[in-house]
């Protein structure tokens, strides 16, 4: 099964030479420092602007309310001046607003998977006491009410699959 986690370690920051290794550190710490930096704008109302470049010379931003924005509000553009600061707090309302219809939205998409999770282990159940080897061969009797459309579902998009290599294989033919 391959050996254990050695778990969270401390690491030498110095440079990484192995490409795969700079690549997989930079993407984990590159989300690390996006959320950081999003929950600092949140929490403290912060106007925060982080634009980070990749290895392979790609750019990745993150403003709030927008990169441009702070950036204008730390060298404004001839023309640019805002002396009312009403637009800051109308900036923060539709930030909030933005992160909290993001947190609602990973909610509704994790409670989809639990429920999706759910309905797999009672059609892998079903599938166990009917003496099949795939999931089709589920015993329907022993579905509720929640798993049938999922199965309906699942059962249409493969055959829908199998019709679509039946017609590639007709048309090489």
């Keep these: 099964?391959?050996?254990?986690?050695?778990?969270?370690?401390?690491?030498?920051?110095?440079?990484?030479k192995d490409a795969d290794r700079?690549?997989?550190?930079?993407?984990?710490?590159?989300?690390?420092?996006?959320?950081?930096?999003?929950?600092?704008?949140?929490?403290?109302?912060?106007?925060?602007?982080?634009v980070v470049f990749s290895p392979?010379?790609?750019?990745?931003?993150?403003?709030?309310?927008?990169?441009?924005?702070v950036l204008r509000r730390f060298d404004p553009l001839p023309g640019d001046e805002d002396g009312d600061g009403v637009s800051a707090i109308a900036d923060r309302g539709a930030v909030e607003a933005i992160v909290r219809r993001t947190e609602e939205t990973k909610a509704r998409v994790e409670a989809e998977k639990i429920?999706?999770?759910?309905?797999g282990e009672k059609v892998r159940q079903a599938m166990?006491?009917?003496?099949?080897?795939?999931?089709?061969?589920?015993?329907?009797?022993?579905l509720g009410e929640a798993e049938l459309p999922e199965f309906a579902r699942a059962l249409r998009r493969l055959r829908d699959n199998v019709q679509r290599h039946v017609d590639l294989m007709l048309a090489s033919a």
């Design 1 to 16: 099964m391959g050996r254990p986690s050695k778990g969270r370690q401390r690491i030498e920051i110095r440079l990484i």
């Design 128 to 142: 166990t006491k009917a003496g099949g080897k795939f999931w089709w061969e589920a015993d329907v009797e022993a």
């Design 22 to 50: 700079l690549e997989v550190t930079f993407s984990k710490r590159k989300s690390g420092l996006l959320k950081k930096a999003s929950e600092l704008s949140l929490l403290c109302g912060a106007h925060v602007a982080f």
């Design 115 to 119: 429920r999706m999770d759910a309905v």
């Design 56 to 69: 392979g010379g790609r750019a990745f931003a993150l403003g709030t309310p927008s990169v441009d924005h």
